[in-house]
């Protein structure tokens, strides 16, 4: 099977910085598009940003200038660098793996469980 986990949010102050990775495992063949989400209760999850297999990136108007992702192939990890955090950034992240396992040699999306981010004024 295949696993997707985030992990480096956490806690910090508005105007300081976290680094967010999103780690896929499994039976993997290859990983096509990677993407960061973000959704707070109540409210719809939206895009922050995706990255292609080759590179390519795309961002939230929020995001632009202030966030960038990026990914590690040979790890089939993509990060999230996040710097001038704002309040209005709290949310759980989630991320987003279109992935083509071994066994099904089918592209699938995956979701990590998400990993909070809290920007304190």
């Known amino acids: 099977q295949v696993h997707v986990v985030e992990s480096g949010g956490g806690w910090v102050q508005a105007g300081g910085s976290l680094r967010l990775s999103c780690a896929a495992s499994g039976s993997i063949f290859s990983i096509r598009n990677m993407g960061w989400y973000r959704q707070v209760p109540g409210k719809q999850r939206e895009l922050v940003a995706t990255v292609t297999s080759g590179g390519t990136t795309n961002y939230a108007d929020s995001a632009k200038g202030r966030f960038t992702i990026s990914r590690d192939n040979a790890k089939n990890t993509a990060y999230l660098q996040m710097n001038s955090l704002k309040p209005e950034d709290t949310a759980v992240y989630y991320c987003?793996?279109?992935?083509?396992?071994?066994?099904?040699?089918?592209?699938?999306?995956?979701w990590g469980q998400g990993t909070q981010v809290i920007v304190s004024a």
């Open positions: 987003n793996a279109d992935v083509t396992s071994v066994w099904t040699m089918t592209p699938i999306d995956y």
